[in-house]
């Protein structure tokens, strides 16, 4: 594949290098520590434009190609911070794009826009406490009274759940299975809504992850996105650019990890001679150089089919589950590599390798991607 990057593509990866190097990088461990990362980060990207890369100008986005998403979600790797990255993506690229794609001119004034500004928090409201991989059966319902919904029912796994303005979430409106989702946005300062409890995960942190409840919460009917019982076709169609970005900023994680652990490798001695020089790390750290090679291939040919609206799902799934896997083992020996020090807090490689375990999970499972991959291919 030739070099898919233009002068304007390299000018923007170096503004946001100097934004995560400078803003975010910094505080990697204290953010981790205190398990949550300040509000303001949210205003300052709105600022640079990294929410709105993808979407339309009319609602403060910047209306650029996908290889700029491409730049941002590499660059993020930089922060040595899955959570500030799954977090800011999340805002970006994962809950505002339906909006952007099949809102109303109201519903793209009053919760797209601000959100690409940063003034507004926005989070997906998809998973449950029995339905994750699952979507088809969640519970969570929203009943038609009058000009209004009533939501009942509990949301699990929600990035930025806390501290959201608004979320994009999914509901049952008609009978059982796919057929009868919705989708909407939902202002979260509605009576009846409630932060249950922010969850207290293995990596990612400094992201706040929350159980929501929903009690009688009233809505509008004016905030659905799309047409009723349409929403678990706009789910599926939204998990593809999820699954896209998440492999992409996987695979530049795996990078820096390899960097950072050769370059270790060139200070740290052991037994008279430096640790990159033992053949055994030497031939491991070319095995994985060549498989995150052959992983950014695959990821940069998908996002070209991806930007010319093919929606690849096939390839996607192969994305999200090649990315993932590696990841597990690039991790598990950078590591090993760094032996002690490899097992404590302050080193980017400890909360790399307790970051990445979420990759083959959330999002869609390992397991999920093969099933997904086998029916594309006709078994």
Known sequence: MTHPFTE?????????RRFVEKELAPHALEWDQAGLFPRELFRKCGELGLFGIHHDPKYGGSGLDYWFVTVFAEELARSDNAGVSMALMVQGQ????????VGTEEQKREFLAPALAGEKIAALGMSEPGAGSDLANLRTTARRDGDDYVINGSKMWITNGTRA????????????????????????????FSVSKKLDKVGHRSSDTAILFFEDCRIPARYVLGKENDGFFHIM????????VTGINAVAMMQRMLEEAIRYGREREAFGKRLI?????????AEHLTSVAAARQLTYHTV?????????????SMVKLYTADLAQR????????????????????????????MLTIGGGTS???????????GM
């Not at 304007?8 to 946001?16: A, G, I, L, S």
């Not at 049952?172 to 989708?183: D, F, N, V, Y």
């Not at 070209?304 to 996607?316: S, T």
């Open 304 to 316: 070209e089919l991806f930007q010319r609206k093919r929606r690849p799902l096939r390839e996607i």
């Open 330 to 357: 690039v991790a598990y020996d950078c590591q090993q590599f760094y032996g002690g020090m490899g097992y404590i807090e302050e080193t980017n490689i400890a909360r790399a390798w307790r970051d990445v375990r």
């Open 165 to 192: 303005d608004f979320l994009v979430l999914a509901v049952r409106t008609g009978g059982p299975g796919a057929a009868g989702i919705s989708l909407m946005t939902f202002p979260t300062d509605v009576n009846g």
């Open 277 to 285: 020089e033992y053949q055994v790390w030497r031939h491991k750290f």
């Open 94 to 101: 994962m809950a505002t794009p339906i909006i952007n794609d």
């Open 367 to 377: 397991e999920m991607m093969k099933e997904i991959i086998a029916q594309t291919a």
């Open 237 to 244: 169609n939204s998990f593809q650019g999820e699954r896209l």
């Open 8 to 16: 304007e593509h390299d000018t923007f990866r170096k503004t946001v």
